[in-house]
T-cell receptor, first 116, second 114 residues
Framework: AQTVTQSQPEMSVQEAETVTLSCTYD???????LFWYKQPPSRQMILVIRQEAYKQQNATENRFSVNFQKAAKSFSLKISDSQLGDAAMYFC?????????????FGKGITLSVRP | DTGVSQDPRHKITKRGQNVTFRCDPI?????LYWYRQTLGQGPEFLTYFQNEAQLEKSRLLSDRFSAERPKGSFSTLEIQRTEQGDSAMYLCASSFRGVQETQYFGPGTRLLVL
């Protein structure tokens, strides 16, 4: 079974600074997808960024980028120029590559606070 | 596109009562998922549908839980004889089957069983 581990329960960053959230996963599959989702307090979960395992290039979305290390099974999220609105819980998630196996497996999440 | 909607947003019930939640997916999405999230944890998969067919159920989904998706549109999740351990946020997500499949989540239904 696939597992996703987020070992840091909380992190804090100064506004305008950069922060990196860590995630590791375990799988025996060679084809899969990885995601970071953001869940603001009392608001719905939204997709931040996705990475296909077959792509060597790290995904980027504006201020958000990932460091995908397939051999190490590591998938960290870097947030640049942090803003107050980035404060939320962040979840790392895994999905198998077969379209018949589409459920997401989530980590426990990390609470990010942004200091003004 | 109005996104995934869920109703009700909050539900308080007494132990032993039955509750039903509804999820309306994004209109063109053919897959619909239910997850459960307890405080301070990540969502856990419960079940999913492709069109009207329920294709997978987690072992977390006990006999007291049942889900339907008639006509492949909205879905309902029913919990019978609720227990205090059922208190959680129930999340619905939808997606379009394919290689680029991405799940979009609704706001959730927060259940409190007294």
């Amino acid at each position: 079974a696939q597992t996703v581990t987020q070992s840091q329960p909380e992190m804090s960053v100064q506004e305008a600074e950069t922060v990196t959230l860590s995630c590791t996963y375990d799988t025996s599959e060679s084809d899969y997808y990885l995601f970071w989702y953001k869940q603001p307090p009392s608001r719905q979960m939204i997709l931040v960024i996705r990475q296909e395992a077959y792509k060597q290039q790290n995904a980027t979305e504006n201020r958000f980028s990932v460091n995908f290390q397939k051999a190490a099974k590591s998938f960290s999220l870097k947030i640049s120029d942090s803003q107050l609105g980035d404060a939320a819980m962040y979840f790392c998630a895994y999905r198998g590559g077969l379209t018949a196996n589409s459920k997401l497996t989530f980590g426990k999440g990390i609470t990010l606070s942004v200091r003004p | 596109d109005t996104g995934v909607s869920q109703d009700p947003r909050h539900k308080i019930t007494k132990r032993g009562q039955n509750v039903t939640f509804r999820c309306d997916p994004i209109s063109e999405h053919n897959r619909l998922y239910w997850y459960r999230q307890t405080l301070g944890q990540g969502p856990e998969f419960l079940t999913y549908f492709q069109n009207e067919a329920q294709l997978e159920k987690s072992r977390l989904l006990s006999d007291r839980f049942s889900a339907e998706r008639p006509k492949g549109s909205f879905s309902t999740l029913e919990i019978q004889r609720t227990e205090q351990g059922d208190s959680a946020m129930y999340l619905c997500a939808s997606s379009f089957r394919g290689v680029q499949e991405t799940q979009y989540f609704g706001p959730g239904t927060r259940l409190l069983v007294l």
